[in-house]
């Protein structure tokens, strides 16, 4: 099925199917989401999937789901990962491994040990030790 649409300006009229606008509009929602993360800023602890579907005033259920087939991830794995990798750049500039875990949004410091290791397959606290010792090593 189409939609007819009228272009700005002018009475002519053109057809673009409708799963080609859906998926314009579905990308576009997708970037909003993610400048959404980024100005609401996602170090803040407070920041979950529920006020991130405020944010974008929409349901937190069509957030997940548009978010997850658009990018093949979960938004809050998207979010647990960025987090991630702003502590591992706190951990890489020498900040402790509590200062770097709290800094970069996580508010259960034993949720994020159990999250980290899951991820890298080391503790925060091994992995700053790898991080040491490669600057060592010539």
Same mark, same amino acid.
């Given at each position: 099925s189409?939609?007819?649409f009228?272009?700005?300006?002018? *009475? !002519? =009229? @053109? ?5 080609? /606008? *859906?998926e314009?509009?579905?990308s576009? %929602? $997708?970037? @909003? ?7 609401a800023n996602y170090t #803040?602890?407070?920041?979950t999937v529920?006020?991130?579907? =405020? &944010?974008?005033y *929409? +349901?937190? /259920?069509?957030?997940s789901? $548009?978010f997850?087939e ?22 890489? @500039?020498?900040t402790? $491994?509590? #200062?770097?875990?709290t800094? +970069?949004?996580f508010?259960?410091y034993?949720s %994020?040990l159990? +999250? %980290? ?6 503790t925060?606290?091994? &992995?700053r030790?790898q991080? !040491? ?6």
């Amino acid at each position: 099925s189409t939609r007819q649409f009228k272009r700005p300006g002018g *009475t !002519r =009229k @053109d057809e673009l199917p409708c799963h080609q /606008e *859906t998926e314009n509009r579905r990308s576009r %929602f $997708v970037e @909003d989401v993610h400048t959404t993360i980024y100005k609401a800023n996602y170090t #803040d602890p407070h920041l979950t999937v529920a006020q991130l579907a =405020k &944010y974008t005033y *929409t +349901s937190r /259920e069509h957030l997940s789901r $548009v978010f997850k087939e658009y990018t093949l991830e979960s938004i809050h794995g998207y979010l647990t990962n960025l987090r991630m990798q702003h502590c591992r750049n706190e951990l890489a @500039d020498g900040t402790g $491994v509590l #200062d770097a875990c709290t800094a +970069s949004g996580f508010a259960n410091y034993s949720s %994020f040990l159990k +999250s %980290f290791r899951a991820l890298y397959g080391i503790t925060p606290a091994e &992995y700053r030790a790898q991080l !040491r010792q490669s600057r060592r090593t010539p």
